[in-house]
């Protein structure tokens, strides 16, 4: 990034983005058996994204700890998807509201400062603040190729009631 994200910034992009994903999975819905990528379907797209906000805030916390950001890997892949096999898309999105409320509540402690550290990760200089964006920003990769594996447009995600909207 060119310049420092502020906290608010940051937080206004993470509750776009998250609330794009919940009313993705409602446009979705129909097609959560349709090939997506590689050997994942739509469905398996956003239950990876699930197990994936599940485990966000663990792995912020370990870096903060440690310094080193863990990574789930192929395996920690499968098995995040797997956990969530049996949830058809409401209760999906449902779950996914529910992480993405875990992870907001830990980040809201978060001040200008705190998302300015720096840290090392594959050899290169990130903040905490651009680090959680790439997080977030992983979230609208997978619904872009969701759409694109279904054959619909960006129209087809209109607003839908969740427990808690993100905008």
């Not at 998250?18 to 097609?31: K, S, V």
Request: charged residues 25%.
């Amino acid at each position: 990034m060119a310049e420092t994200m502020t906290r608010e910034a940051l937080f206004r992009e993470v509750c776009e983005v998250w609330q794009r994903t919940e009313d993705a999975i409602a446009a979705l819905g129909e097609h959560f058996d349709t090939p997506c990528a590689g050997d994942w379907t739509i469905g398996d797209a956003f239950r990876h994204l699930t197990a994936a906000s599940h485990i966000m805030s663990g792995r912020i916390r370990a870096l903060l700890a440690t310094g080193e950001l863990p990574f789930p890997g192929d395996s920690g892949n499968a098995e995040g998807v797997e956990k969530f096999a049996s949830l058809d898309y409401k209760m999906l999105r449902i779950e996914l509201n529910t992480a993405h409320g875990v992870v907001w509540m830990y980040i809201q402690r978060f001040s200008d400062e705190d998302l300015a550290q720096t840290f090392t990760i594959f050899d290169e200089e990130h903040t905490l603040g651009e680090v959680i964006q790439a997080r977030v920003l992983h979230e609208t990769w997978h619904v872009n190729e969701a759409l694109e594996a279904a054959g619909l447009a960006e129209s087809a995600i209109v607003p839908v009631e969740t427990a808690h909207r993100w905008t």
